[in-house]
């Protein structure tokens, strides 16, 4: 199933962000965490370090292949880096997404400081600023290595830009 991949790191917005793509074009939006859950794993959502990050990249791929959306395009929201159990960055490798047919990268960035107001208020859970600099670094330039090793097109979106040239990108 082609997707477009919606990169960034927790809290930074995807998930609004796809709400109001879903009223502008017909495109269905998954986070990779459901596929996994759909898989059976039991996730917490307010606690963002994650174990088994490997068994799971495995898991959301075999449900993505089990997927029916009918004509829709599918925007799969999920991460090029995550924070391991012990809260260290952990890139993830690009053998996560072999088997799998990424068409386009929309990596999502934000002020760390915005990121980390919105992860307290949402998951009760205090990020220091720097440690989500350094995490949103990480995504961003896992995103750029993926989509220039790959030949996928890469949008940068912030959530300043008018939302007329993401709509753009993913339409044309």
Not at 63 to 83: P, T
Not at 143 to 160: Q, V
Request: hydrophobic letters at 35%; a neutral charge.
């Amino acid at each position: 199933m082609d997707y477009i991949f919606l990169s960034g790191i927790h809290g930074v917005g995807k998930s609004t962000l796809a709400k109001e793509l879903k009223n502008s074009v017909d495109i269905k939006s998954i986070p990779v965490s459901d596929l996994i859950r759909q898989a059976g794993i039991k996730l917490d959502n307010s606690n963002k370090k994650t174990e088994n990050i490997s068994k799971n990249q495995e898991l959301w791929k075999n449900e993505l292949n089990n997927l029916n959306l009918g004509m829709s395009k599918l925007l799969l929201d999920g991460h090029f880096c995550l924070l391991d159990k012990d809260k260290n960055i952990t890139p993830l490798h690009f053998s996560t997404f072999d088997g799998t047919n990424m068409v386009k990268i929309i990596f999502m960035k934000n002020s760390p400081s915005i990121i980390r107001e919105r992860l307290l208020k949402r998951d009760k859970t205090d990020y220091s600023v720097e440690l989500l600099e350094n995490l949103q670094i990480c995504e961003m330039q896992q995103a750029m290595k993926y989509s220039t090793e790959n030949g996928i097109d890469l949008f940068i979106y912030d959530e300043k830009q008018p939302l007329s040239e993401l709509l753009n990108f993913i339409t044309n």
